[in-house]
């Protein structure tokens, strides 16, 4: 069966450390996008890509970047890990004939 | 003003109640409308699609007014199993969801 998969699955960093959260999916889609999820705030964009070699930023991009080299994957990555980027991260992927996304399930990251 | 605002409750209600959940959007050219389903600290799930006809999927209604700019879900003869944070949310024809922040309800016996 098609999923979409994300690791690791918790992950404990130090403040200005990089880091680097891996997203995998199966489902043959040409759009992919991060989120990060809050108190308060909701299902927020980070970045999201149409297809290999395209990029885009989201509403909360700053301090985050991504890459898209093939279909399966796009990793996001911490440049600088700081305080304010503790979050749960959601991968998430849609085809192209409607606009569902499937979700992966998620990264707890803590910046300490 | 949030592009999609939803009261974000709790609504406690008791099994077998009825329970309305309201979402309203700000813009007018969103194409694509679903309410998803997010349990604690997990992953949002596809519950429904939106369709400007209404759509009805077991005890779950979903109807759309886009004069208005209004989504409603409706749950017939609540469940234990229906507790969950209910996401209202809209798409361009982008690609790009924007997501409510969530209505949050607590089924008791």
Same mark, same amino acid.
């Given at each position: 069966?098609?999923?979409?998969?994300?690791?690791?699955?918790?992950?404990?960093?130090?403040?200005?450390?990089?880091?680097?959260?891996? $997203?995998?999916?199966?489902?043959?889609?040409?759009?992919?996008?991060?989120?990060?999820?809050?108190?308060?705030?909701?299902?927020?964009?980070?970045?999201?890509?149409?297809?290999?070699?395209?990029?885009?930023?989201?509403?909360?991009?700053?301090?985050?970047?991504?890459?898209?080299?093939?279909?399966?994957?796009?990793?996001?990555?911490?440049?600088?890990?700081?305080?304010?980027?503790?979050?749960?991260?959601? $991968?998430?992927?849609?085809?192209?004939?409607?606009?569902?996304?499937?979700?992966?399930?998620?990264?707890?990251?803590?910046?300490? | 003003?949030?592009?999609?605002?939803?009261?974000?409750?709790?609504?406690?209600?008791?099994?077998?109640?009825?329970?309305?959940?309201?979402?309203?959007?700000?813009?007018?050219?969103?194409?694509?409308?679903?309410?998803?389903?997010?349990?604690?600290?997990?992953?949002?799930? @596809?519950?429904?699609?939106?369709?400007?006809?209404?759509?009805?999927?077991?005890?779950?209604?979903?109807? +759309?007014?886009?004069?208005?700019?209004?989504?409603?879900?409706?749950?017939?003869?609540?469940? +234990?199993?229906?507790?969950?944070?209910? +996401?209202?949310?809209?798409?361009?024809?982008?690609?790009? +969801?924007?997501?409510?922040?969530?209505?949050? @309800?607590?089924?008791?016996?």
């Amino acid at each position: 069966d098609a999923e979409i998969t994300q690791s690791p699955r918790h992950k404990i960093t130090e403040t200005g450390r990089q880091v680097t959260l891996a $997203c995998h999916q199966t489902w043959n889609h040409n759009n992919m996008f991060w989120y990060r999820q809050d108190l308060g705030h909701g299902l927020r964009l980070i970045h999201y890509s149409y297809g290999v070699q395209d990029t885009n930023k989201g509403e909360v991009s700053d301090g985050y970047s991504v890459s898209r080299s093939n279909t399966e994957d796009l990793p996001l990555t911490l440049e600088s890990a700081a305080s304010s980027q503790t979050s749960v991260y959601f $991968c998430a992927s849609s085809g192209v004939i409607n606009n569902e996304q499937f979700f992966g399930p998620g990264t707890r990251l803590t910046v300490l | 003003r949030k592009e999609v605002e939803q009261d974000p409750g709790p609504f406690n209600v008791p099994e077998g109640a009825t329970v309305a959940f309201n979402c309203t959007y700000s813009n007018s050219a969103s194409q694509s409308f679903f309410w998803y389903r997010q349990d604690c600290r997990k992953e949002p799930k @596809l519950l429904m699609s939106v369709y400007s006809s209404g759509n009805e999927d077991g005890r779950f209604t979903a109807q +759309l007014n886009r004069a208005s700019q209004y989504i409603s879900l409706l749950i017939r003869d609540s469940k +234990l199993s229906d507790s969950a944070t209910y +996401l209202c949310v809209v798409a361009a024809n982008t690609g790009k +969801l924007i997501f409510g922040q969530g209505t949050t @309800l607590q089924v008791k016996p």
